[in-house]
C-alpha cells in the first residue's frame, strides 16, 4: 500500500512538473521589459546631440562662409539614430533657414564650386559642418567641430568636454585654421 501510494504520488508530481514546464510564461506586450533601455539609449542620445549643437555651433560662429545654407556630414554624428540626425537639422535651423544632411554623391552646384574632377573647392555663401570624435566617454569627450567654406577657409576648434548639471561644459584646446 505504501509502495502504490509512493509511485502515485511520484507520478502525480511528474505530471505536474511536465505540464507547468510545457506552459508558456505570460508574455508580455513587445518592449516592456526594455523601456528602462529605450530611456536610457534616449538620453544617451539627447546628450550626444547636445554635444554635437554645441560643438558645430561654436565652429560655426568662430567663422563661416555665410549662412545662405549649411550642410551637415551627418555620417559623423556618432550614436545618433535617423529621427535625432533629423532633430539636430532642425536645431541649427537658428544659424540658418536652410540645413540639410550633407550627400558627396549629390552635390549642389549653386552652393558649392567643385573642380574638374567634382572635388569641393569652397562653398557659395554656405558652410559644411561636420565632428571628429577623439574620444567619448559616459560625461567627458574630446571633440572637434569644423566649420569648412573652402579648401582655403576652415576652422577646426578642439574641445575638451564635461557634461555637468545636463549640460556640456566645453573648454577650446586648441584652434586651427585653415
Known sequence: MKRAFLIGLMMTLAITAFIAGCSS??????????????????????????????????????????????????????????????????????????????????????QFEVDDEGRLIRTINGSLLWIEIKEYRENKAKITGVSWFGNLGAVFPSYDAVYVGGKWQLKLNSMAIS
Open 25 to 110: 510564461p505570460e508574455e508580455k506586450p513587445e518592449n516592456e521589459g526594455n523601456n528602462t533601455s529605450n530611456q536610457k539609449n534616449s538620453a544617451e542620445e539627447r546628450k550626444r546631440m547636445d554635444l554635437y549643437l554645441a560643438v558645430m555651433e561654436g565652429a560655426f560662429q568662430e567663422e563661416n562662409g555665410g549662412n545662405s545654407f549649411i550642410a551637415v556630414k551627418l555620417e559623423t554624428l556618432e550614436g545618433l539614430g535617423d529621427e535625432e540626425k533629423s532633430e539636430v537639422l532642425k536645431k541649427l535651423n537658428n544659424l540658418s533657414p536652410n540645413v540639410y544632411g550633407f550627400d558627396k554623391n549629390k552635390v549642389d552646384n549653386s
